[in-house]
């Protein structure tokens, strides 16, 4: 994730000390202070100047903070980016496992016999978040494919507004099934194997865009451009390459708009279901 030299960004001078912001959603994988100090650092030293990451609670506070040009970019979910296409940028796209794609998982518990989503009928239910693609479009969209909608097969449904909050959940029993990022689940299946142990992968989506970095249509284009360089190039710096380590990311590739055609299909699918 990062950028060119602070002499390409050509800011006016009364704006060239001034921060740096870069959104988080609960996208992100680790909300360990340590680690967003590391992104801050990193992309400040690319840039020449200050860098403040934002995190809100929910995907729509971060994707209305930049849409309305008030985070210099911010790292998205595909669906919120689907949803402002004509106001948002594609800046760069992890690379995850050699390509910029993740799937999305519905869970269960381990030991649940069920084999695929139908099977889920009647349970509670615990969603990401409701502009997240994985954490909840995907599963309307599955659903919307055997005639029905979440409010009608399941039981009960809520939102954790957190992927590593559905495991958690899940896990618990606190709900029966839950609709999950895959590259979350997997990431943490390495981090808290105990923990994720306790689910298992019931369904998982074809795969699609991986959530993008994307910068407002309303903010500096060279600043923009900046902030892409400092992505592309992460995996050249040992500080970029630690933090890739620790998101078990490759890098970054810059992205087109096209690659989250599919998940702006499956948001035409949930909705003709209702």
């Not at 689907?82 to 940028?89: F, K, S, T």
Request: hydrophobic letters at 50%; charged letters at 20%.
């Amino acid at each position: 994730m990062l950028f060119a030299a602070a002499g390409a960004l050509a800011a006016p001078p009364l704006l060239a000390n001034r921060a740096v912001t870069l959104g988080l959603t609960p996208v992100f994988l680790d909300s360990d202070i340590v680690l967003v100090r590391q992104i801050e650092a990193h992309i400040s030293s690319r840039l020449g100047r200050p860098v403040q990451v934002v995190k809100r609670r929910t995907y729509r506070e971060v994707t209305s903070l930049l849409v309305a040009g008030q985070l210099d970019a911010a790292w998205i979910c595909g669906y919120p980016f689907v949803q402002h296409r004509e106001a948002l940028d594609i800046l760069a796209v992890p690379l995850y496992r050699g390509a910029p794609l993740y799937q999305a998982y519905v869970i269960a518990r381990q030991d649940r016999g069920a084999a695929d989503l139908a099977d889920l009928r009647g349970d509670i239910h615990a969603f990401s978040d409701p502009d997240s693609n994985s954490g909840f479009l995907v599963t309307g969209a599955m659903l919307a494919d055997i005639g029905t909608a979440p409010s009608a097969f399941f039981a009960r449904s809520f939102f954790t507004y957190g992927h590593r909050n559905v495991i958690r959940a899940v896990a618990a029993g606190l709900a029966q099934s839950g609709s999950v990022d895959g590259y979350v689940w997997d990431v943490m299946s390495e981090i808290e194997p105990a923990l994720v142990g306790a689910t298992r992968i019931v369904q998982a989506s074809a795969p699609m865009g991986f959530p993008p970095f994307a910068s407002s249509r309303q903010g500096d284009p060279g600043l923009a451009r900046a902030i892409r360089d400092a992505l592309l190039t992460m995996p050249e710096t040992p500080d970029g390459r630690a933090i890739l380590a620790t998101l078990r990311l490759d890098g970054f590739v810059i992205g087109s708009s096209d690659l989250f055609d599919s998940i702006a299909l499956l948001s035409r699918r949930a909705r003709a279901a209702g």
